[in-house]
């Protein structure tokens, strides 16, 4: 199970780099964007078939009944995190032909970059746990990290919304600054929620 769990972090550590490549290229086009879109369709495909295989492992007697409840949702957590990214990619996709506002552009390239690289730590970290799971005081030191970026990300979203509820932007392009934060903010909850869950499992194993 935890070498599957590896490979989906490893699978949403892809997606998001392909995003933040993306977020650092200067002329975008529909073709590329489309290209990077399909990219990560295909590593998202890939997640869920990983979650599939786990789900089908649990369902047949893989784990002790006590932490059938918190695996089932640990994986939904870990499954979410490659979810949320592939909305991104999608919503980057619609939208950015609003980035030619330089107001939208200044947010996408400044504190959006900066919650995608707190999210990218974030996911590193629940990599580390996974790597070294018979260490209790490993994870619960490396569990207390991910709660401290998780908070971090929550106060550039508030930072975010607030610059956004000053600009004159159009429905399109609020909705769009929007959708990518909430979504940046939703990756981080989920790995906070997935750490903690997996300490649950360590602790009852």
Not at 123 to 130: F, H, N, R, S
Not at 140 to 150: D, F, H, I, P
């Amino acid at each position: 199970m935890i070498d599957r769990l590896k490979a989906h972090v490893g699978y949403s550590l892809q997606a998001l780099e392909l995003i933040q490549q993306v977020i650092a290229k200067p002329d975008l086009t529909e073709d590329y964007l489309d290209e990077v879109v399909r990219k990560i369709a295909a590593i998202e495909r890939e997640g869920d078939e990983i979650i599939r295989r786990l789900d089908d492992n649990i369902s047949k007697g893989a784990l002790v009944p006590s932490v059938i409840g918190n695996a089932e949702l640990l994986l939904d957590r870990i499954d979410n995190i490659l979810d949320n990214l592939y909305y991104i990619s999608k919503e980057i996709r619609r939208g950015y032909i609003v980035w030619k506002n330089d107001n939208i552009r200044k947010i996408v390239e400044g504190k959006f970059r900066e919650m995608l690289d707190l999210d990218k730590t974030i996911i590193e970290y629940v990599g580390a746990m996974l790597e070294k799971t018979r260490d209790l005081e490993f994870c619960s030191r490396y569990a207390r990290m991910v709660s401290t970026l998780e908070e971090e990300v929550d106060e550039v979203k508030e930072y975010i919304l607030d610059e956004v509820y000053k600009l004159s932007l159009s429905a399109v392009e609020f909705n769009h600054i929007i959708s990518l934060i909430y979504s940046a903010d939703r990756i981080a909850d989920n790995a906070q929620d997935a750490v903690q869950l997996l300490l649950s499992i360590i602790s009852a194993i």
